[in-house]
């Protein structure tokens, strides 16, 4: 299917039979501020005693005597943002459909918004669903549906999320995520907003790929290939041959897709591949609402009532 701005889809492949992603047009138009969502800051403790704050996006309507069982997306955020910017790429779309995203600010090892996949922020992603029923006991999570969708350093940690906690997960989305992180290393000086990055990288990890191969190893997908290749967790995996952010795709997204299909061919693993810039896809005016249809995340909750919401405790 053809795109203009800001790319095409190429192709998309599904390992297993059946499972093929409907890739419907999607408008671009700017979605509209509408009353459709509203968005709640929570507090919860970190693996290493650190307070972060989370974004919960809920329906607008949801609240105390308004609460259905709805679905959770775990959203982590890309490098260099927090879990508040990465809220806003959901629009409405949480609104529109009935269910929740949950946008932590996460903690890496020793920096906050630069976690790079570390070990202590995954398991605090796997946490998120008993943190926002802890913080928000109004909000009722269908335990049978938590999703992982994220972008670039989100998309990353989707994947070790993926990999580490696969029981936990309905279905996961990574989009333009680096899956080598001494690949990623290497690569940092040549790309336009690099500079610096490596020596972010050198505190973050502790060291260089030189110097600690295995703790840069233990952040990158590939190396958990077969794991997600037999976790049974539907995923897509979206990229693109024009990224000038995570340079090479094939040798990160495309290989980590290769790999699993390798390992396993029935896996029920997606790959959807277009010429667009690096995370412009992970907006809710173009593909993420596809990619949601492909998780089969779709309406359970009822409509907006007619009469105003009832009030959402601060929190």
Request: glycine share 10%; aromatic share 6%.
């Amino acid at each position: 299917m053809t795109r203009r701005s800001p790319g095409r889809i190429l192709f998309a492949v599904t390992v297993a039979a059946g499972c093929m992603l409907a890739l419907a047009h999607v408008g671009q138009a700017e979605a509209a501020s509408s009353s459709l969502v509203r968005t709640v800051t929570i507090r919860y403790r970190a693996f290493d005693g650190t307070v972060r704050r989370a974004y919960v996006v809920v329906p607008s309507w949801y609240g105390p005597g308004r609460d259905p069982t709805i679905p959770l997306v775990i959203s982590p955020h890309g490098r260099g943002v927090d879990g508040r910017a990465n809220a806003k790429l959901w629009g409405d779309l949480p609104g529109q459909d009935g269910f929740a995203v949950v946008n932590p600010d996460g903690q890496g090892r020793r920096l906050g918004l630069y976690s790079w996949g570390y070990q202590g922020q995954i398991d605090d992603l796997a946490r998120m669903p008993s943190i926002v029923r802890n913080a928000l006991p109004w909000l009722r999570i269908d335990r049978r549906r938590i999703y992982g969708v994220g972008g670039s350093m989100g998309g990353q940690e989707v994947l070790l999320l993926v990999a580490q906690h696969p029981r936990l997960l309905a279905g996961a989305v990574a989009m333009d995520a680096p899956t080598n992180m001494a690949l990623r290393y290497e690569d940092f000086p040549l790309i336009p907003d690099g500079q610096g990055l490596q020596q972010l990288a050198n505190v973050e990890v502790g060291g260089t790929p030189a110097t600690d191969p295995r703790a840069y190893a233990e952040r990158s997908p590939l190396s958990y290939a077969t794991a997600i290749a037999r976790s049974g967790v539907p995923l897509q995996i979206w990229w693109s041959v024009s990224d000038q952010i995570v340079l090479d795709q094939r040798a990160n997204s495309g290989a980590l897709y290769q790999q699993i299909h390798a390992i396993n061919p029935e896996a029920p693993v997606t790959e959807v591949v277009g010429t667009w810039r690096h995370s412009a896809e992970m907006t809710a005016t173009w593909e993420l609402p596809v990619a949601l249809r492909g998780l089969q995340l779709t309406p359970t909750a009822p409509p907006p009532p007619v009469a105003p919401p009832a009030q959402v405790p601060a929190v």
